[in-house]
C-alpha cells in the first residue's frame, strides 16, 4: 500500500520544522523514514549528507542511537523502571558506563525540571512530567536531529505549552535540528517553518515570520485571573 507518494524535502540543520496533515495524509511514515524506523521503498534520503536508507538493520539502529531522539505521543517510558533508568537507556545502549550514564541522565532530567523526581515510576508521574522524562531520554546522547510525533497530544493546554517551550529553550541554546508532527495548526506555528502533506504527497510549505514563543504565552496564562468557581 503506497503511503508517500514522490515526496521531496530537504530539512536544514539547526531549524525547527513541523509537518502538518490531516489523519492518513502520511506524516508518521515519512517521521519513521526520517528517524530510520522504517525504509523507503524508493528513492533516496540522506541524513547528515550521508544515504542511509540501504543501510543494514544493525548500521541503523547505531543512527538512531547517535544522531537521533524521539518523543512520541504516547511517552513509551518502561513502566518498571525509574525516571532515571529511563532516560539511561540510549546511554545504556551505546555503551556508555554505568556512572557517567547516571551523571549524563540527572543531568538531563534537571534540564527539564524534574530534579527530585529521578527514582519516580511513570506511573507515580503525570502526562506532563512523563513526556519531559521521555524528552530527557530523547536528548541524553545529544543527537543531532530531534522528532517529535503531536508531542503534546495527550496533554492540557498548559503542559503542553510547557513542554513545546522546552523544545524551544534547547532550540535556541544547542541550536539542535527539531522536526515535529502535527495536525494542530496552532502548534505548528511555534515553529520557524511549516511543510504541508496530503495524501502522501508535499503540496504546499510557509515560513513563519513570527513563531509563537511558548514560554511568552505560559507567562500570559500565569497572569490572567482565575474563572469563579461554577
Known amino acids: 500500500m ?11 540543520a ?3 520544522l513541523a509537518i502538518m496533515g490531516a489523519s492518513g495524509s502520511g506524516k508518521s511514515t515519512l517521521l519513521n523514514i526520517v528517524g530510520c524506523l522504517d525504509r523507503p521503498t524508493g528513492g533516496i534520503y540522506r541524513l547528515e549528507g550521508v544515504e542511509v536508507g540501504s543501510f543494514s ?5 547505531l543512527v538512531r542511537n547517535r544522531k537521533i531522539g524521539f518523543v512520541f505521543q504516547q511517552f513509551n517510558l518502561l513502566a518498571r523502571a525509574t525516571a532515571l533508568q529511563n532516560v539511561e537507556l540510549p546511554l545504556l545502549y551505546a555503551g556508555v558506563p554505568a556512572a557517567e550514564r547516571k551523571k549524563r541522565a540527572a543531568a538531563m532530567l534537571a534540564q527539564v ?3 527530585g523526581f529521578e527514582k519516580h515510576f ?16 530523547a536528548l541524553v546522547n545529544r543527537p543531532a536531529l530531534l522528532l517529535a510525533d503531536e508531542p503534546t497530544g495527550q496533554l492540557d493546554s498548559r503542559t503542553g505549552l510547557e513542554v513545546l517551550a ?5 532550540h535556541r541554546e544547542t541550536g539542535i535540528t527539531v522536526l ?5 495548526a496552532g502548534m505548528a506555528h511555534f515553529c520557524e517553518r511549516i511543510v504541508y502533506l496530503r495524501d502522501g504527497l508535499v503540496i504546499g510549505e510557509e515560513a513563519v515570520e513570527r513563531p509563537r514563543r511558548a514560554a511568552e504565552e505560559l507567562n500570559g496564562l500565569q497572569q490572567a485571573p482565575e474563572c469563579p468557581a461554577l
Do not use: W
Not at 503506497?2 to 536544514?12: E, F, T
Not at 538493520?57 to 539502529?61: N, P, R
Not at 511513570?122 to 531520554?137: C, E, F, K
Open 180 to 184: 515535529m508532527v502535527t495536525h494542530d
Open 113 to 115: 525540571g524534574l530534579t
Open 2 to 12: 503506497p503511503v508517500l507518494r514522490g515526496v521531496n524535502l530537504a530539512v536544514r
Open 122 to 137: 511513570p506511573a507515580q508521574l503525570s502526562g506532563g512530567q512523563q513526556q519531559r522524562v521521555a524528552i530527557a531520554r
Open 166 to 170: 522546552i523544545f524551544q529553550e534547547l
Open 14 to 16: 539547526g531549524e525547527m
Open 57 to 61: 538493520g544493525t548500521e541503523m539502529a
